[in-house]
Structure formats: structure tokens, C-alpha cells
């Protein structure tokens, strides 16, 4: 999508192209607005504009200085200019000046706008031209080890794709991995003591034992790997030909892996065991298979080195298992710790949908849901400096008593009543940083109205320029420049009212160091020049 901005002293044909123009319909989102080349050369500082439109002749900076400015900071702009100066050597310069169009006055909505489609097409185009070169190519294979990597560690984590989103990543990872095919996980932990190695080192010993298990399996199979959060090398094997889906590879796999322990013994001197998950399909077993073979290390291996352990060894049916989309990413307490309260609530209605598929563990879950809740809802208040008896109220002590006996209905009645709680605290705490904000900002513009700029107000408040000019936006509905304007307008109106000073010297007080642009911004605003006004017994009215 693109961003234009309009310059032209004449502030009635800004503000008619502006509005005069189908701007969506073009893939325009945002349409900027300045009346003069230094306004203009400002708000390109903080916005990402891809098309300026402006006159060549205006008081101040020209159109011409203004795109030479441009050209030097934002060579990717595109400029368009359009004007009454009808002079082959306007035109010779703006050419110099590689000015994308030059269009005289009168020019008709139909004329911009096929000019301005144009560009866009033209800017598509190279957009398209940059993608397609070889740099990128290289640096995307440069990193498809890493992202490949980040692949397998968001599978076992848990991560759901839908499944068009899956193949196309597979596809473009160069994964040859079949969805809904058998596959086999491998978890080897590392048991030598690497403490005192240096980073760079340790990676490379990593790096060589990755290296070793594909090596070794790469035959029949293929493999993908990364590292978990525990620092155990994960691996997912899969049959790299379609004739051996279809028959059991386990006991070649085990061979494989043993080899494989074998190896990194041999080679890299170091002490490693390996557990090999139950089949299962890929993606959608991955994290089970993931956590049955953690499961093997805590109940089984322990403490114990250079062990081997297959799953399908150790077949137990649990009774009760974890709930999945309780711990599936993301998390209840990542979610509300970045307030996105849709998700939180979405993902809320999942968990109690899966809560009622639980049978006799209900209550067992149960517990876990309130728990996880209850830790979730804490650690918030806490962040933002609350007690969870400020926000919640006497509802704190139904909370601490509600147990494991609780039904269902009950438990999950508190559950979204306690989101909608500290939803609403979250939504008035944010309402009054931003009205506190405001009344600052405000405040500071009044003060110092001669020399204001957004750049001033951002450092008064210690934030982001863009982010006060949105902010302004959204709160207001006037843009900070017009804002500024109005209220140096309105000062100029005192000034002429009550004081006895010359016309250069209320434009000084006001913030223009030129009295005729003064002059002009006051015709436009309020209909007759500041002499008229200081001549006249009328009141202004805008």
C-alpha cells in the first residue's frame, strides 16, 4: 500500500485533492497534507511517503528545492509536479531533477489520477525487480538453516498452522517433509560438561553433531533439527521415499540412532543419549511425540549417561494427559502481557471447549485452569503496580475460595467475569495515560506556540515523533499541524486585538519569520489580511 503527500501554499487546493481523489481504489491509504516546502521536508522525517505532489512556485522553499531535498534524502520518492508556469526551462530542470511527471494548471482529477496509477504501477514494478535479485536470494538461503530450525522449535512448541500456511512454508523452506506422513522424533541429550566452553565453540560442536545424525540418516530419511529450550538436539525423521512410508522403520531408525550415538562419541568425544519418540503423524503429533520423549528423561533415564530408550518400549496408557491448548503458544500470560484481550478471550473459549471433552479429569483440570488463571491475573496487576484486591474488589474472596470441587459452569463463569474485570481496568488505565499525555502535550504547544514543532513536543514527552502525531490524530481528530496553526491564529487574533504592534513583529511572536507567509496563512484562515482586521470593528469569525 502507498502514502502521498500534496504540497502547495495554496491550502484550498490541497485540501482539494485531498478529499477529490478515490485514493483506496488506487492502493493509497494515507494522503499527507503541507502548505509549504519546509512543512513538507518535516513531516517526510517521521512518515514513508512514496508520491510527492507539489507546485513549483510557492512563498519560501520551491518545488523544485523541495524535490532536490528529497532527492538527496529519499531517493526512492517519487515526485510529481504540477504548475501554471508553462516555461521550457521549469520543465528542463524538473527533468534534471528526475521528476516523475510534470502536469500544467488546470489539471483534472481524471489527469492526476492516471498519472498517479502510473507511478504506482511503475513503483510495483520495481518493487517486484528488487525481490527478484540475486542479493536477496542469497541472503534468504543464507538463512534457511535458521529458519528451518525455528520451524521444527515452533512445531514442538506447539504452534498450529493452518494447513495451506504449513505447505507453503514446507515449500519455501525447501522442507521434502509430506504432511500427514509418519515421522519419528529423536531427543539426545548432551551430557558433557560444556560450562566452561566459549559460546563460539559450543556452537560448533552443536553444529557437528547436527551434522553427524543427518549425515547418517540422510539414505533413507530426512531429517530436520533444532535446539530446544532444555538445550536437548531435537530431530524429526521422516522416509524420504514414498515405497517406505508405507512399511515400519523403526528398527532401522533405532540402528541409525544408535550409530549415531556411536559416532558422536567417536568423533567428538562426547557422551550423548537418545530417545526415540512413538511414530506419529507430521505435524499434527509432533508435540506429543515431543513431550513423550521428555517424559522418558524425567521417569526413566534420570541422571543415568549414554542411555537409549525407544517409547514403543514403555507402553502405558495414562489416564489423565496434559490440556493441550492450556500450554499450546500463545500462552494466557503471553497474551496478557501485550494486552491483546481478543486472542486472550478466544483462546479462553478453546480451553473450556477442550475442558468439557475431559470426562472424569474435569475437576483435575479444573483446578489447573483456576490456578493458571489466578497466577496470570496477578502477575498483570502486579506489572502495573496493582493489588488484585484494587481491581477486583470483594469478587476476591469468591476467587481464593474456589477448589478443585467446583463444576464446571461456575469455574468458567469466573473466568471470562475476571477477563472482562481487568479488561476494563486495562481500558480506563490506558484512557487516562493517553488524557494525561494529551493535557501535556497541550499544554507545552500553548507555551512555547513560536517556535513548536512536532520534533520539540516529542522531546518534551521523551517519544517517538510518529507516535505523538498518531496519537494526536486518534485523540483529536485534528492533525498536529493544523492544530498548531489554529492556535497560532489565534494568538495573532489577540495580538492585533489588544496590542499595539506591527504586522512583521506579531508574525515573529507567532512563529513565521516571513511576514508575507504570515499574512497569507491569516487570509486563508479567517477571510481578510491582519491590516483589514486591525482596520476593521468585526469580529473574526473562521
Known amino acids: 500500500m502507498f502514502e502521498i503527500l500534496i504540497v502547495d501554499d495554496h491550502t484550498h487546493l490541497v485540501d482539494s485533492l485531498a478529499i477529490g481523489l478515490p485514493w483506496e481504489q488506487m492502493g493509497i491509504t494515507h494522503v499527507y497534507k503541507a502548505y509549504s516546502g519546509e512543512e513538507a521536508l518535516e513531516l517526510l522525517n517521521y512518515r514513508s511517503v512514496d508520491i510527492v505532489v507539489t507546485d513549483i512556485q510557492m512563498n519560501g522553499m520551491t518545488g ?18 504540477i504548475t501554471g508556469f508553462d516555461e521550457f526551462q521549469y520543465a528542463k530542470e524538473a527533468i534534471q531533477q528526475q521528476v516523475s511527471d510534470y502536469l500544467l494548471k488546470p489539471v483534472s482529477n481524471e489527469e492526476l489520477e492516471q498519472t498517479l496509477r502510473n507511478i504506482i504501477n511503475r513503483i510495483t514494478e520495481e518493487g517486484n525487480e528488487l525481490l527478484n535479485q540475486q542479493k536477496f536470494v542469497y541472503r534468504f538461503r543464507e538463512s534457511l538453516p535458521k529458519l528451518r530450525e525455528m520451524f521444527l522449535y515452533e512445531l514442538i512448541s506447539g504452534k498450529n498452522y493452518p494447513i495451506s500456511d504449513l505447505k507453503e512454508k514446507i515449500h519455501l523452506y525447501g522442507l521434502p517433509f509430506s504432511v500427514e506422513r509418519e515421522a519419528i522424533l529423536l531427543c539426545m541429550r548432551v551430557e558433557e560438561d560444556y560450562s566452561n566452553t566459549d559460546l563460539y565453540s559450543l556452537s560448533l560442536i552443536e553444529y557437528a553433531m547436527f551434522n553427524i545424525v543427518e549425515e547418517v540418516f540422510s539414505d533413507k530419511f530426512n531429517v530436520m533439527h533444532c535446539k530446544d529450550s532444555h538445550d536437548y538436539l531435537i530431530f524429526l525423521v521422516q522416509a524420504s521415499a514414498i515405497e517406505q512410508a508405507g512399511i515400519d522403520n523403526s528398527a532401522i531408525i533405532e540402528d541409525l540412532a544408535r550409530l549415531s550415538q556411536h559416532q558422536i562419541k567417536l568423533y567428538l568425544k562426547s557422551k550423548v543419549s537418545f530417545v526415540l ?20 528423561y524425567t521417569d526413566y533415564i534420570g541422571n543415568q549417561t549414554e542411555s537409549f530408550f525407544n517409547v514403543t518400549q514403555k507402553k502405558e496408557i495414562y489416564e489423565i494427559q496434559p490440556l493441550a491448548e492450556l500450554y499450546r503458544p500463545q500462552t494466557l500470560m503471553e497474551l496478557i502481557d501485550i494486552e491483546q484481550w481478543t486472542a486472550f478471550e478466544s483462546k479462553l473459549t478453546r480451553i473450556f471447549d477442550e475442558l468439557e471433552g475431559a470426562g472424569s479429569g474435569a475437576r483435575e483440570y479444573g483446578l489447573e485452569i483456576y490456578v493458571t488463571l489466578l497466577q496470570t491475573y496477578s502477575y ?45 481496568y486495562s481500558d480506563s488505565r490506558s484512557d487516562n495515560i493517553r488524557f494525561d499525555l494529551m493535557e501535556r502535550i497541550r499544554r507545552f504547544i500553548q507555551e512555547n506556540i513560536k517556535d513548536i ?3 520539540t513536543v ?10 505523538i502525531s498518531n496519537l494526536f490524530k486518534q485523540e ?39 511576514p508575507q507567509y504570515f499574512i497569507k496563512l491569516f487570509k486563508s484562515h479567517y477571510g481578510m489580511t491582519p491590516q483589514e482586521f486591525k482596520n476593521s470593528d468585526l469580529s473574526l469569525k473562521k
Open 476 to 514: 483529536t481528530g485534528e492533525n498536529f499541524s493544523n492544530y498548531v496553526l489554529r492556535l497560532r491564529m489565534e494568538k495573532a487574533v489577540q495580538l492585533l486585538k489588544h496590542k499595539d504592534l506591527k504586522i512583521s513583529q506579531i508574525a515573529l511572536e507567532v512563529g513565521y519569520q516571513k
Open 277 to 296: 519418540s512413538n511414530g506419529g503423524g507430521f505435524p499434527k503429533d509432533v508435540q506429543s511425540m515431543y513431550h513423550s520423549a521428555l517424559t522418558i
Open 380 to 424: 498483570y496487576l502486579h506489572k502495573k503496580g496493582k493489588r488484585i484486591f484494587e481491581v477486583f474488589g470483594r469478587d476476591i474472596e469468591k476467587m481464593l475460595k474456589i477448589d478443585a470441587s467446583w463444576s464446571l459452569e461456575p469455574l468458567k463463569e469466573w473466568a471470562f467475569g475476571s477477563y472482562v474485570q481487568i479488561k476494563a
Open 64 to 81: 523544485l528545492e523541495l524535490i532536490a531535498r528529497i532527492n538527496e534524502k529519499w531517493k526512492n520518492t517519487k515526485a510529481v509536479i
Open 453 to 455: 514543532t512536532l520534533q
Open 458 to 467: 516529542a522531546d518534551h514527552v521523551n517519544l517517538h515523533p510518529v507516535y
